[in-house]
């Protein structure tokens, strides 16, 4: 529902303040983040600061030493944090059928409840409650991954922030030419580990045990990353790995070049208005 | 033989479904890929699997854990590939002489056969059958490099993505400029290789034992790799390194300036003419 | 004061070469460093040259064995740019008010002396008075890093190079975007490192002991750099690992296509406009 | 002396095929080298194959167990190459009059034989003959350097490549931008190692043990090489070299940047003939 909508709907009827124009105001907080809107950007603010806290909170949590002394303000966090963003979540349920893809009340929750950023909402606060469903202990820690992923809200930050956004836009405008990077690289990956692993297998059949374990090496390798855990060490291995270790140099340049020529389209097209040539009238875009 | 010609061909006489007009076909289906011809296309979509397949069962199969477990699948897919593949290059040879290139009978089949597109599909197949032969084992490992080789008939697929086809365009075009490139590389690799060979040689004559262990070295610090198998010691050997490393950073920038401006020359060149909203006439550039 | 002003008022009375215009002229010659004005080009590279030998001179003395060949010299040399730097840094507070920004006698030179550049500079000599007022000797060290920092003025040398101006004028003209990528970078080393941590912490608890360490890999290995103190050793771990470093790539596409694009445009802004050979008229773009 | 003029010389005067004009010949020959001039094309193809070839007998000469095998083939062949290079040095010497800035006999001469190609020319034979004077035998390691230096006259024949000739004017053309860029590396270094000096050098006093130690850590790390000699373990110290590395990004993107606007101007100037707006004639440049 539009903001112009809503506010219609509530000026023709103020005194019904009732529970379904809350549901479109709370709908209006969550969803959207208009520029004028105070609450919205101010619970935005709020909830991707109590995300980056958490992450912060993941991250020093994991030095023991430091968890050890104060597990007690550790525990206080994560409950009120857990508590948040569950009651998030559960308004987001509850408001979403105001959107009008979603606007059947079962089915259309349901739909939202199955999005990608719904599910990773959810898989966020879930860990806290199994305990008390009898879920074993251990599949907790993959699931704190997920809160990890919620970082992804920050992009809505973007939207204050023009070099971001920009930054964003061109990456995504190249999206396939760089997926088609990532392709060759994939193959040029396959081809290299094999002919190391043919090349190495016999002398250091530890190391260069599988065709898996060389593209580990290849992959490093590919990327100049180069740790030093595996490398060649007969003359045609060293011979093919310096050849893919150049053609590595490649892997570096395509992405950049796409990237390079999207950065300056992108500049031509948001800066000089041209005139035709013809009438003598100003063309933008 | 083109399509039409072909089609008209057929029309001409429904009743010849001879040998020579499903030789055309079978030509048709294997050489060309129109977009509209969906046997062709559907053929080529299931060698390529069929490759793709092949390369996964390769690097799969190395593993020695899962090969134990499952060892006669791979041997059936492996019989099953071996005799798609063999058909396959039987009837390219048969119905190669359709391509007026290679027209005549026998002459044209050799001259086929001696194309590396065949040679490389001729020895993806050969270490079936060489054991009939009674040639040594060992042999074999070396030839199923060709099998990986075949993975270049992806770049068929290219036809369909208009993004990595204008990535190989691009990278075509500059082909020039990338090999002198390449050549200022390998200038470099030696200069760099016998400067710190000459440096390091007595302090560590077994890691810096002769030039071309040398130039692995430098092969390794210039693509900026640096596994840390062998790394200079004294201190003219570092200063040496360092300068050399820094130098690497260059053979970075020269591909990648290559490329982003032949990006940027194929992005002008394919603008597509815009129309004036005004006047609605054509404006190039 | 601008120089205009200053030569205008000393014209105007010639006969009081006082203490004022004194005050004036030693501004001048450190504040500012006009082209026709000798006096403080002379003493802005006697400064930036006093620096250089100082940073020259800390590289060299920390070589113990050179430092015990000639400890007299170093000591020697460190107590004469301690006394220069001491009288710059006294001649700088004492003439700072003749700047309108700073022109209140004892609240203008206190806003001075804690503008950055003026504490860097009292940092680089505070450390040898500091004996005097019997100050814990092991702090020292730390303060020396300031005497590296003051390097920073040779960025005034910058001025008689039109080639680091442009690089440095292209690299500011650009700093919300590249302070953006940073960001970008920051948030994958976030995520990368709690991935990795979350795979390796059971294989390898003392490399991976916590998050922050794994962040140090994930640095090193977005950077690729690649030491090979810490890296992945469980399947699940090496993919993670793998696709890491190969959005590392992207990171050195973003800020390369960003001073790419800004390269270009500062070409373009400052092309000189040309004339047709023809008519003799002036051609833009 | 032009070609023109000689042609002159030698045609009015037929009879005089005098010492003096085989000097003027044989300055033609070693000098210059005219496209249609098939004698002096075909004398530079020798000097520099033999180049090549002694750099590649040098290489292989290296491996002992290569060496051993045939002793008397590497001898043989650095007879001959010694013999061919010091009669081209005399020859060069001898002509070196002819050109207008060498013109006057001894004096010229002698400023010829100390300009720089003449230099490594020289030294590139000297060891050969070093030991009939009695000169010691370790020297002489040094000295095969200059061999190698020699490799530079293969730039001649980037004049019969197009693509290699562009790269090698367009990195000329921002020669001034390069090493500003290369400064600005060589300053992050020096911070660089000095602080992270600082950090280290108490817990790692062997490895991190003076400042220009430090260096070589530095520039191994900001060229993102990362051998793994040496890494810091203390916090502040990976702080600092996270930092470090990042920077080291952006080292790979100034010279990258710069080459690539330097490539599409170079395209731009090459490319393109305008026509002028005014006059409406075209213009080229």
Aim: net charge positive; glycine share 4%; aromatic share 10%.
């Amino acid at each position: 529902m539009s903001p112009e909508r809503l506010t219609a709907q509530r000026k023709s009827s103020p005194s019904q303040w009732s529970l379904l124009s809350i549901r479109g105001r709370v709908h209006e907080i969550l969803a959207h983040s208009q520029a004028e809107d105070t609450v919205s950007k101010g619970f935005d603010a709020f909830i991707v600061g109590l995300i980056l806290l958490n992450v912060v909170a993941m991250i020093v949590e994991s030095v023991q030493r430091v968890y050890c002394l104060v597990p007690r303000c550790f525990d206080a966090f994560e409950l009120f944090s857990v508590a948040v963003f569950s009651l998030e979540y559960l308004l987001r349920i509850w408001s979403c059928v105001e959107a009008p893809e979603y606007a059947r009340p079962i089915l259309g929750r349901l739909r939202f409840a199955f999005s990608p950023l719904a599910i990773i909402d959810a898989m966020a606060v879930l860990p806290f409650y199994l305990p008390f469903l009898g879920v074993d202990l251990r599949v907790f820690r993959m699931f704190r991954l997920f809160r990890v992923m919620r970082i992804m809200r920050i992009a809505k930050l973007a939207r204050y922030s023009d070099a971001l956004q920009m930054l964003l836009r061109v990456v995504k405008s190249r999206k396939d030419q760089l997926f088609s990077a990532v392709f060759i690289l994939l193959i040029l990956l396959i081809v290299a580990a094999t002919l190391v692993y043919y090349a190495e297998n016999e002398a250091q059949p530890k190391a260069f045990s599988s065709i898996p374990a060389a593209m580990w090496w290849a992959a490093i390798t590919l990327t100049t990353v180069g740790y030093g855990d595996m490398y060649p060490i007969t003359p045609m291995g060293k011979i093919l790995a310096a050849m893919i270790a150049m053609l590595g140099i490649g892997m570096f340049a395509l992405p950049t070049a796409i990237l390079g020529a999207a950065f300056l389209e992108d500049l031509d097209r948001n800066k000089k208005p041209r005139k035709c040539p013809h009438c003598g009238k100003e063309i933008t875009g």
